[in-house]
């Protein structure tokens, strides 16, 4: 699992990240909706990086099994 971490910034937005992912960060009016952006982000990263044979954090490795 990936940990997203969500927090108010000084301006009353949200913004939420994923620490094992440097760079994997999104923006909400509420606290759910920055969480559902920044895991939306996470999941694309995370899907770029298998596709480009890049390595995955060590979080995200048990995501899939072969059948």
């Given at each position: 699992?990936?940990?997203?971490?969500?927090?108010?910034?000084?301006?009353?937005?949200?913004?939420?990240?994923?620490?094992?992912?440097?760079?994997?960060?999104?923006?909400g009016?509420?606290?759910?909706?920055?969480?559902?952006h920044?895991?939306?982000?996470?999941?694309?990263?995370?899907?770029?990086?298998?596709?480009?044979?890049?390595?995955?954090p060590?979080?995200?490795?048990?995501?899939?099994?072969?059948?």
């Amino acid at each position: 699992m990936l940990k997203v971490e969500v927090e108010r910034e000084d301006d009353g937005r949200w913004i939420g990240e994923v620490p094992a992912l440097p760079g994997v960060l999104a923006y909400g009016t509420t606290a759910a909706e920055a969480r559902g952006h920044v895991t939306a982000l996470a999941l694309r990263v995370v899907a770029d990086r298998i596709e480009h044979g890049e390595p995955v954090p060590d979080e995200a490795q048990g995501w899939f099994a072969a059948a």
